[in-house]
């Protein structure tokens, strides 16, 4: 059997979701509950309210399979503009709620909050969509403290070819803070704008 592209899976998982196939609910959390609770976790910094998130975004989905227009995007994305959705407007819920017990800080204060923690989720969503190899040279430079050379070597490739996978890598992530900045949730451009 050969193996269906992305947007074909995304496609039928659509359909056995609308056929109320709970398998698919299933297959469905396997794939992107990390995502989900990673991406919610990043912008609450709460363990119980990224579990609340992750809840929420899979019973949406259950309840509202129809909502996905795979002419906007994948699924993926789709899924992660929920999550970040969901966990932007419980943050400033819990916030706004904090502001007023404590009569401390402003309203400035927590757009500022609400920018660094969506940049941080779109850094973290761009650094797990991107492809293995700018994901690989970039762990490389980063965590192993590798400069372009060493990286080439490590990964068999040219010199010429680890610069161009670290630039690329870098400038993607470079994305997520100007997207962070004017709100717009991780995702493609077809997914985010609406929020």
């Known amino acids: 059997m050969a193996k269906e592209t992305p947007t074909r899976w995304d496609r039928r998982m659509q359909q056995r979701l609308a056929h109320g196939e709970a398998a698919a609910l ?14 919610a976790h990043r912008v609450l910094g709460d363990e119980d309210a990224a579990d609340r998130i ?28 929920l999550t970040h959705g969901r966990a932007v407007q419980r943050l400033r819920q819990t916030e706004s709620a904090a502001l007023v017990r404590s009569g401390q800080g402003t309203t400035e204060d927590l757009e500022r909050k609400v920018r660094h ?58 994305t997520a803070h100007d997207a962070g900045a004017s709100g717009t949730p991780p995702g493609p451009p077809g997914y985010g704008r609406a929020l």
């Open 26 to 39: 299933g297959e469905l959390y396997d794939r992107f509950a990390s995502l989900v609770h990673g991406l």
């Open 54 to 81: 992750t809840r929420d975004v899979f019973t949406h989905v259950w309840e509202n399979p129809e909502a996905y227009d795979p002419k906007q995007g994948p699924l993926r994305s789709w899924i992660a503009t």
């Open 117 to 174: 923690a969506s940049a941080a989720a779109r850094a973290d969503y761009i650094v797990t969509a991107m492809p293995a190899p700018l994901r690989a040279a970039l762990e490389l430079a980063y965590f192993q403290r590798r400069d372009y050379r060493q990286t080439a070597v490590d990964l068999g490739v040219t010199e010429d070819e680890a610069r161009r996978r670290l630039r690329l890598g870098l400038q993607l992530l470079s």
